[in-house]
């Protein structure tokens, strides 16, 4: 079946750029069928959508970072990264990788396939 | 963009009861895709819910959506003692992609 690892650096220091990478198995990210998507979530709190990709490259982003983050797919290595600069204690949290379904590069379904999740903190 | 509120904070219930959550959306969710997840503590969430009130994969049959537009309900008919998490609406409609913040349901 289809699984999702995080992997990346679990401490990055403030105004420093997080970089995390997913790396998807048992699925392909070539495929037109699913976007695949960057999600955080602060220690106790809530979850906060942070952008997705398609197999194309076609990004979209959460307004509230758009200035600060990318999202890249790499189809050779069957992998999707996030890169987030000038992070602060704000970005401290647990970031999932997850996929969603799409119909016509437009989401369809939710996140229905989650990576195990992996914190990162900011501090120096 | 759609705030999701969601009530109340915490239900607390015994096993054998039934939970009715609240997710309220500021405007009409495009599509009514709106999606119910499941999360436990130090796991990633899992997806109940989509599309309102279609269960997902494997979800057992004591789970179900309703609603539209702007309002929207999970039901859990009878808590079994896995049940006890927390829960998230999220909707998908239209960008950017937004998720409440959450019902905690524990046991009395």
């Known amino acids: 079946q289809v699984q999702l690892q995080e992997s990346g650096p679990g401490l990055v220091k403030p105004s420093e750029t997080l970089s995390l990478t997913c790396t998807v198995s048992g699925g392909s990210v070539s495929s037109g069928t699913y976007y695949w998507s960057w999600i955080r979530q602060p220690p106790g709190k809530g979850l906060e959508w942070i952008g997705y990709i398609y197999y194309n490259g076609n990004t979209n982003y959460n307004p509230s970072l758009k200035s600060r983050v990318t999202l890249s797919i790499d189809t050779s290595k069957n992998q999707f990264s996030v890169k987030l600069t000038s992070v602060t204690a704000a970005d401290t949290a647990v970031y999932y990788c997850?996929?969603?379904?799409?119909?016509?590069?437009?989401?369809?379904?939710?996140?229905?396939?989650w990576g195990q999740g992996t914190m990162v903190t900011v501090s120096s | 963009e759609v705030v999701l509120t969601q009530s109340p904070g915490t239900l607390s219930l015994s096993p054998g009861e039934r939970a009715t959550l609240s997710c309220r959306a500021s405007?009409?969710?495009?599509?009514?895709?709106l999606a119910w997840y499941q999360q436990k503590p130090g796991q990633a969430p899992r997806v109940l819910i989509h599309g309102a009130s279609s269960r997902a994969t494997g979800i057992p049959d004591r789970f179900s959506g309703s609603g539209s537009g702007t309002d929207f309900t999970l039901t859990i008919s009878r808590l079994e003692p896995e049940d006890f998490a927390v829960y998230y609406c999220q909707q998908y409609g239209s960008s950017p992609l937004t998720f409440g913040g959450g019902t905690k349901v524990d046991i009395k």
């Open positions: 405007q009409s969710v495009s599509s009514n895709y």
């Open positions: 997850a996929r969603g379904v799409s119909v016509w590069l437009t989401p369809h379904d939710p996140f229905d396939i």
